[in-house]
């Protein structure tokens, strides 16, 4: 049996220690594009196709939560009014890369995009509540108790009646590595999610598929 756990633990080690490096250093290796996942027409778009498809305006403000390089961004910004779209991420350089390579300096003064860099999901920072939000891709890579953090300082920040929208893996999180990290993989049942959701103030629904090419679900939570 100990020989048994000592395989284990070795084999989880070997897994956790082959992850590509976070930050600026992850950032030179990949490049912007590689280090938010890739597939970056596929997702950006479905993620503004989605959201379109579940309300958003160009009159309603937008939240993305770890808007990364503008994958999604750089559909969003065009389409939402001037100042409707806030973004926040842990890495700064990641957004201007984004802004210099993929949305463009020139539509960036045109439409006055708002971002945030913090590495505790900081909301307050912002200068206007958004009636939506989402987080794709997050939720994949943080353990549970970030993910709490996320939605209850979010709850916090937002008026009732927003909205969120949040992807993640789904399966049995008992696997997962203890902390989070940008390129690892996490994964919830429907019910913890929702569980993480409804302990900080959220009604949260399962939308399921929606089309993701690496089968990230949906799940939405409404501000009570």
């Known amino acids: 049996m100990l020989e048994r ?74 389409y939402l ?24 300096q020139a539509i960036c003064e045109e439409k006055k995009p708002e971002f945030v860099v913090s590495d505790r999901f900081e909301f307050g920072k912002l200068s206007r509540k958004p009636q939506f939000s989402i987080a794709q891709s997050l939720f994949t890579h943080l353990n549970a108790s970030d993910i709490s953090l996320c939605v209850k300082n979010l709850r916090h920040f937002v008026e009732p009646n927003h909205v969120l929208f949040a992807t993640f893996f789904e399966g049995v999180s008992s696997s997962d590595r203890g902390t989070s990290h940008s390129h690892a993989a996490f994964r919830y049942s429907r019910d913890e999610m929702a569980r993480m959701g409804e302990q900080a103030g959220w009604k949260a629904t399962y939308i399921g598929d929606w089309r993701h090419p690496r089968n990230q679900v949906m799940m939405q939570y409404e501000a009570r």
Not at 41 to 61: A, D, N, T
Not at 81 to 104: A, P, S, T
């Open 81 to 104: 009014q001037v100042g409707n779209y806030l973004g926040i991420d842990r890495e700064r350089r990641l957004i201007e890369l984004g802004i210099e390579q993929e949305l463009g």
């Open 5 to 78: 756990l000592k395989k284990i633990v070795r084999k989880m080690t070997d897994t956790h220690s082959t992850l590509k490096p976070e930050g600026e250093q992850g950032i030179r290796a990949l490049g912007h594009r590689e280090y938010v996942g890739g597939m970056w027409e596929e997702i950006g778009r479905l993620q503004f196709e989605f959201l379109v498809q579940h309300g958003l305006k160009p009159s309603h403000c937008l939240l993305d939560i770890a808007c990364g390089s503008l994958r999604g961004g750089r559909y969003l910004i065009p």
